[in-house]
């Protein structure tokens, strides 16, 4: 199996005067735990809470998955990419982006009890403060904002 390989990560300054943190993934199934890893360290970082972090981790997960599982053949030396990004958009308040390059958005679906699958939005929806789905020149972003319990 061909490693992995990622982007160096880009912090960039935010108005609420911590940084942003962006990274590329390929769309392959271990981005999914280098995508939680990367967020829960964030958001431990800016000493938000232990919940917010194990949710955001979930969310990030999801996203990434989605995109993993929506982007089209994979070839092994060659996997498309993803690209997470996660900001603190106020003091409590963190959003998370994932981009990639099929134009489709995603819709929440009903999932029996023997679905394997089908339950990522909705588990989204119910952690989230706001979700959704921006287009792109190539491909979407999909987004999830939390907010800190006050």
């Known amino acids: 199996?061909?490693?992995l390989r990622t982007a160096a990560p880009q912090m960039r300054p935010r108005p609420t005067g911590h940084p942003g943190y962006?990274?590329?993934?390929a769309c392959l199934p271990p981005s999914a735990a280098l995508a939680r890893q990367a967020v829960r360290t964030t958001v431990q970082c800016w000493g938000l809470p232990e919940?917010?972090?194990?949710?955001a981790a979930l969310i990030a997960s999801e996203l990434v998955t989605n995109a993993i599982q929506h982007t089209g053949p994979q070839e092994p030396d060659a996997p498309a990419?993803?690209?997470l990004t996660i900001e603190r958009l106020a003091p409590d308040t963190v959003r998370l982006e994932v981009a990639d390059h099929?134009?489709?958005s995603p819709a929440k679906r009903t999932a029996t009890e023997d679905d394997e699958t089908g339950r990522g939005?909705?588990?989204v929806e119910a952690l989230c403060v706001d979700w959704g789905t921006t287009?792109?020149?190539?491909g979407k972003?999909?987004?999830a904002e939390l907010k800190a319990d006050t």
Not at 22 to 25: Q, R
Not at 51 to 55: E, K, P, S, W, Y
Not at 135 to 138: D, E, G, L, T, V
């Open 135 to 138: 287009p792109r020149p190539i």
């Open 121 to 123: 939005l909705v588990l």
């Open 22 to 25: 962006a990274v590329g993934l």
């Open 81 to 83: 990419r993803c690209r």
């Open 102 to 104: 099929h134009t489709r």
């Open 141 to 143: 972003a999909v987004w």
């Open 51 to 55: 919940d917010l972090a194990d949710n």
């Open 1 to 3: 199996m061909t490693a």
